[in-house]
């Protein structure tokens, strides 16, 4: 079974300012992704960042970049530059790559919420 | 370039009522899958269709049926509404061919079971 822990329920950020947003997880699998989806207020959730962990190199997209530490089962994503769009809910979410069904869930964390102050 | 889009987006039934929530993709994704957003929690998985003609239950199926429509389409049903299922439902899409087979939302359903 896999398990997805987010520490931080609220995190304040200052707009220009970089910010972390820790995820640890839990598998058995020798296999799996890592995924960031951002859900704003209007509720919809938004595929932001993937992290396989067979990857050498840290995923980055843009102001995203994920800071993956396989050995500390941790994911935690970073946004640079923070601007106010970014005020959302961020969930962090894995699911092995096997053949078996587990394949298809994901695990999803219970969300950290950032709040970017002008 | 619509995605994944669901409806209704808002729905209000009383205990013990049906209805069935609508969700269809334009990815040409093979894989479906039906979530559920409780307050405080993420996401978690109700039934997904691997693909057209197969339907599996996920981690919290009781109360719900699926019905997998085409390779666009992927239906949620609720025969007996209870307050238990107020929540927020998002369907998804992914193709399975190859990795990392991320999940694509919708935007959701809101229900609340008076």
């Known amino acids: 079974a896999q398990k997805i822990t987010q520490t931080q329920p609220g995190m304040f950020v200052q707009e220009k300012e970089a910010v972390t947003l820790d995820c640890t997880y839990d598998t058995s699998d020798p296999s799996y992704g890592l995924f960031w989806y951002k859900q704003p207020s209007s509720g919809e959730m938004i595929f932001l960042i993937y992290q396989g962990s067979y990857d050498q190199q840290n995923a980055t997209e843009g102001r995203y970049s994920l800071n993956f530490q396989k050995a500390r089962k941790s994911a935690n994503l970073v946004i640079s530059a923070s601007q106010l769009g970014d005020s959302a809910m961020y969930f962090c979410a894995m699911r092995p790559f096997n053949s078996g069904g587990s394949n298809y869930k994901l695990t999803f964390g219970k969300g950290t919420l950032l709040t970017v102050n002008p | 370039n619509a995605g994944v889009t669901q409806t209704p987006k808002f729905q209000v039934l009383k205990t013990g009522q049906s209805m069935t929530l609508q969700c269809a993709q334009d990815m040409n994704h093979n894989s479906m899958y039906w979530y559920r957003q409780d307050p405080g929690m993420g996401l978690r998985l109700i039934y997904y269709?691997?693909?057209?003609?197969?339907?599996d239950k996920g981690e919290v199926p009781n109360g719900y049926n699926v019905s997998r429509l085409n390779k666009r389409e992927f239906s949620l049903r609720l025969e007996s509404a209870a307050p238990s299922q107020t929540s927020v439902y998002f369907c998804?899409?992914?193709?399975?061919?190859?990795?990392?087979?991320?999940?694509?939302f919708g935007a959701g359903t809101r229900l609340s079971v008076l």
């Open positions: 269709s691997a693909s057209e003609g197969t339907t």
């Open positions: 998804a899409s992914s193709d399975q061919g190859a990795l990392p087979n991320i999940q694509y």
